[in-house]
């Protein structure tokens, strides 16, 4: 079974950066597409990023595009989320996911139904 730590939210103004981490114990990591999701004050949560077991297919939300970048690290057993030009907008609780099935990432990977494994989420906070 894996777990999922994120880290590296805060409070930042506007057309600032941050730089969020997902730490992910258990075996298999590398098996498994991952994605990070945000869910704002009285809102649903949302996709943001996601990337296959492999790193070779990579989607962003279209309000994320050209702004944020997701990596991921196989022999560390990590992810990442760059996130630059921040807007007010983007202040939300920032969450790493599991996918639920191994090696299989396309179609429905924007759904948080797809995902079975989330962190505890990290404050990201965006002042204007």
């Known amino acids: 079974q894996l777990h999922v730590l994120e880290s590296g939210g805060g409070l930042v103004q506007a057309g600032g950066s941050l730089r969020l981490s997902c730490a992910v114990s258990g075996r298999g990591f590398s098996q498994y597409g991952m994605a990070w999701f945000r869910q704002g004050p009285g809102k649903e949560r949302e996709f943001v990023a996601g990337i296959s077991w492999g790193g070779a297919n990579i989607y962003y939300a279209d309000s994320e595009k050209g702004r944020f970048t997701i990596s991921r690290d196989n022999d560390k057993n990590t992810v990442t989320l760059q996130m630059n030009a921040l807007k007010p907008e983007d202040t939300a609780k920032y969450y790493c996911?599991?996918?639920?099935?191994?090696?299989?990432?396309?179609?429905?990977?924007?759904?948080?139904?797809?995902?079975?494994?989330w962190g505890p989420g990290t404050q990201v906070t965006v002042s204007s």
């Open positions: 996911a599991v996918h639920a099935d191994r090696r299989a990432y396309s179609g429905s990977y924007y759904l948080p139904s797809e995902y079975d494994t």
